[in-house]
């Protein structure tokens, strides 16, 4: 399986956005890029997922390289609620391999 | 739409004892996972099922770790005997399927091994 590299971490202030970068250089034609994040006790959600170009939905931006080999996932106005561990998976035919992600902290 | 049902939520057992974790996936999602995820790591797959056939277990500790999903539906993961190294999450997921199909995951299961 294709795989992600993610920052451990990273910090934001309450209210600003974030960008959290997720490399993929070994992505083929047909990987779909998800990202899922993870609260304290509780399983993975989804956030958002983009083939080709970039993406929107109430949650988060997608936006994707041209030559898709890197993602960023843009939380536009970070709450504290947003807190959390994120993932960048590629998805192909229900395949998939979660890194470590990236632990998201955000400052009051 | 009820979300992925997973039981028990926590479990404490001593080391060389057995333990099963059941899985209720959203209904029609015929795609089912079964993760590992130790404290601090990301989620491992274990187990792929497409209906009630294994599409992936190649992590899948086959000598001690063993999982069914009767009828393609609920699924259960077994243990046994347990080992130290057990204590961990176990997620359970299911998809629709397909190439895009997101992922839903349960709240899983904590294990303990003492």
């Known amino acids: 399986d294709a795989k992600t590299t993610q920052p451990n971490s990273m910090e934001s202030n309450e209210e600003e956005p974030v960008h959290l970068p997720c490399n993929h250089s070994?992505?083929?034609?047909?990987?779909?890029i998800h990202w899922y994040r993870q609260l304290p006790s509780q399983g993975p959600e989804y956030v958002i997922h983009?083939?080709?170009s970039n993406v929107n939905n109430r949650m988060a931006s997608l936006a994707i390289a041209e030559d898709r080999k890197s993602s960023t996932l843009i939380l536009h106005r970070a709450t504290l609620r947003d807190a959390a561990v994120y993932y960048c998976i590629l998805l192909n035919a229900g395949k998939s391999t979660f890194g470590d992600g990236t632990t998201l902290t955000v400052k009051p | 739409e009820a979300g992925v049902a997973q039981s028990p939520r926590y479990k404490i057992i001593e080391k060389r004892q057995s333990v099963a974790f059941w899985c209720n996936p959203i209904?029609?999602?015929?795609?089912l996972y079964w993760y590992q995820q130790i404290l601090g790591q990301g989620p491992k797959l274990l187990i792929q099922f497409q209906n009630n056939g294994v599409v992936d277990d190649s992590q899948l500790p086959k000598d001690r770790f063993s999982a069914e999903r009767l009828k393609g539906v609920d699924s259960t993961l077994k243990i046994q005997p347990a080992k130290l190294e057990d204590s961990a999450v176990y997620l359970c997921?299911?998809?629709?399927?397909?190439?895009?199909?997101?992922?839903?995951f349960g709240e899983g299961s904590r294990l303990t091994v003492l």
């Open positions: 070994t992505i083929s034609g047909t990987d779909y």
């Open positions: 997921a299911s998809s629709s399927g397909g190439r895009l199909g997101e992922l839903f």
């Open positions: 209904s029609g999602h015929a795609t």
């Open positions: 983009g083939l080709t």
